[in-house]
């Protein structure tokens, strides 16, 4: 904090990733931050492979958690206790973070083995394609810390690009994001029992499902890096 108080009124061209964090900045420097997301470039292959969704869920339900920082307190561990009280349905979580050596235990622990599935961290290209055949992306951070609060993480945004609706936690940047745009359900609660509930009524009520689809196909051309990066180069071609 000391080495921020002294460097932030010095800058003359600050951005972070959304505004709720530039206005934070503001209101304690007076220096104005513009925005720019972390967000995905435009898929252009939206095609699905037919033979992994196949070899991974065949007529099953597909839960996607993905993410290279995927640690303690951002719902990996409630997303996997879930998977106790969901028939039909995997889980995949993929990518890396502290959580990781816990997840593994707790399958053991709670006898889901056939359900969940932990893969490391992968090459975009591949991930992707699992994102793809997925029915439903997560992202269930927790609110205890400003970090989680304040976060709008890349998976949200390589879920859009697929084109899956989203079940995330009410962190009020990501839950405005879903909400306004109507392409996925904002959850209230961290219950393993609850969230499972929630989510078979997502996949029960086909209307507003379809309606999720509908609305990311819309989002999907409107969130993408071509876009968001235009900003960027205006700030660097201001630079002086």
Same mark, same amino acid.
């Not at 033979?51 to 640690?71: D, R």
């Not at 349905?89 to 006898?111: A, E, M, Q």
């Not at 810390?145 to 998976?155: A, H, I, R, T």
């Given at each position: 904090?000391g080495?921020?108080?002294?460097?932030f009124?010095?800058?003359?061209t600050?951005?972070?990733?959304?505004?709720?964090?530039?206005k934070?900045?503001f209101?304690?420097?007076?220096?104005?931050?513009?925005?720019i997301?972390?967000?995905a470039?435009? /898929?252009?292959n939206?095609?699905?492979?037919?033979?992994?969704?196949?070899?991974?869920?065949?007529?099953?339900?597909?839960?996607i958690?993905?993410?290279?920082g995927?640690?303690i307190?951002?719902g990996?561990?409630?997303?996997?206790?879930?998977?106790?009280? *969901?028939d039909?349905?995997?889980?995949?979580?993929i !990518?890396?973070?502290?959580?990781?050596?816990?997840?593994?235990?707790?399958?053991?622990?709670?006898?889901?083995?056939?359900?969940?599935?932990?893969?490391?961290?992968m090459?975009y290209?591949?991930l992707?394609?699992?994102?793809?055949?997925?029915? *439903? !992306?997560?992202?269930?951070?927790?609110?205890?810390?400003?970090?989680?609060?304040? &976060?709008l $993480?890349?998976?949200?945004?390589?879920?859009i690009?697929?084109?899956? $609706?989203?079940?995330? &936690?009410?962190r009020?940047?990501?839950?405005?994001?879903?909400?306004?745009?109507?392409? !996925?359900?904002v &959850?209230?609660?961290?219950d393993?029992?609850?969230?499972?509930?929630i989510?078979?009524?997502i996949?029960?009520?086909?209307?507003q499902?379809? *309606?999720y689809?509908?609305? /990311?196909?819309?989002v999907?051309?409107?969130?993408?890096?071509e876009k968001?990066?235009e900003?960027?180069?205006?700030i660097?071609?201001? /630079?002086?």
């Amino acid at each position: 904090m000391g080495v921020e108080k002294f460097i932030f009124p010095k800058l003359k061209t600050v951005y972070t990733v959304n505004a709720k964090i530039a206005k934070i900045y503001f209101e304690k420097y007076k220096i104005p931050v513009k925005v720019i997301r972390n967000i995905a470039p435009k /898929l252009k292959n939206k095609s699905i492979d037919t033979l992994l969704a196949e070899k991974i869920k065949g007529n099953k339900k597909m839960l996607i958690l993905q993410g290279s920082g995927i640690n303690i307190d951002r719902g990996a561990e409630e997303a996997l206790a879930m998977m106790q009280y *969901l028939d039909n349905t995997i889980l995949y979580i993929i !990518g890396s973070g502290d959580v990781f050596d816990k997840l593994k235990k707790l399958k053991t622990k709670y006898n889901i083995e056939g359900k969940v599935f932990i893969k490391k961290k992968m090459p975009y290209n591949e991930l992707i394609e699992y994102t793809k055949i997925a029915d *439903l !992306g997560l992202s269930l951070d927790k609110g205890t810390n400003l970090n989680y609060e304040y &976060s709008l $993480p890349n998976k949200v945004f390589d879920y859009i690009q697929c084109q899956i $609706p989203i079940l995330t &936690s009410n962190r009020e940047i990501i839950a405005n994001l879903v909400s306004k745009n109507t392409i !996925g359900y904002v &959850s209230d609660t961290h219950d393993p029992k609850k969230l499972a509930e929630i989510v078979n009524g997502i996949f029960t009520n086909q209307k507003q499902y379809n *309606l999720y689809k509908e609305n /990311l196909n819309k989002v999907s051309d409107l969130y993408t890096w071509e876009k968001e990066s235009e900003k960027l180069k205006e700030i660097f071609t201001n /630079l002086k």
